[in-house]
């Protein structure tokens, strides 16, 4: 990918928009624009660098506060004029202490990032975690608890408790991702399977 391929004529200033999201949660965190100078220091260093136009001056998202940009995958969109950047946030992206520019839900993705919780925790087995105890006893006990929790959440679904419902569910959702990190499955796997059926 060479800066020189990018099609310039929409922004008239030389300066290519670049979109970035999380690339766990796939929430959008902000808007940015690169010259070819910040897009060079981007791919060179792996940490998003922009032009900022109020500054004119190249600007490395983190570099005051810490909270960088480490970049993941980057993509352009199909007129090759804008750049999507997925990256792994080093702490709040904006500068008003909030998790992204863009005011959507927080919970945004969260599920997402439990489940690459879920898998560190598999990876570094901390103790005393509730986590790292259901991999030490194994895909017995996990699905035994997948198998609870499902029954208890159907109860309070025919009960027609909403609150108890969600709070069963987050249960049974929790259990089934440490089970399918269990069998090396990522939620990935599951989206490609669920797309391949015709509903």
């Not at 929409?10 to 965190?29: F, W």
């Not at 260093?45 to 032009?51: D, K, N, S």
Request: proline residues 3%; hydrophobic residues 35%.
């Amino acid at each position: 990918m060479n800066f020189s391929d990018f099609n310039l004529t929409k922004t008239g200033d030389g300066l290519l928009p670049v979109i970035v999201q999380d690339s766990v949660s796939l929430k959008v965190l902000m808007l940015g624009y690169m010259n070819e100078e910040a897009f060079e220091k981007t791919l060179s260093e792996g940490r998003v660098t922009f032009f900022s136009r109020s500054k004119q001056a190249l600007w490395t998202k983190g570099e005051t506060s810490g909270n960088f940009l480490d970049v993941v995958s980057i993509y352009s969109d199909c007129d090759n004029d804008t750049l999507l950047i997925k990256a792994t946030p080093l702490g709040p992206t904006c500068h008003r202490g909030t998790i992204a520019c863009f005011d959507t839900p927080d919970n945004e993705g969260f599920i997402r990032k439990l489940s690459n919780l879920i898998s560190d925790r598999h990876k570094s087995m901390p103790e005393g975690s509730y986590t790292t105890k259901l991999f030490i006893k194994g895909p017995k006990v996990i699905g035994k608890k997948v198998c609870e929790e499902a029954a208890e959440a159907t109860i309070e679904a025919v009960d027609g408790n909403r609150d108890r419902f969600i709070y069963e569910s987050s249960d049974l959702i929790y259990h089934l991702l440490v089970l399918m990190e269990q069998m090396g499955v990522s939620l990935s796997d599951i989206e490609e399977e669920l797309k391949g059926r015709s509903c």
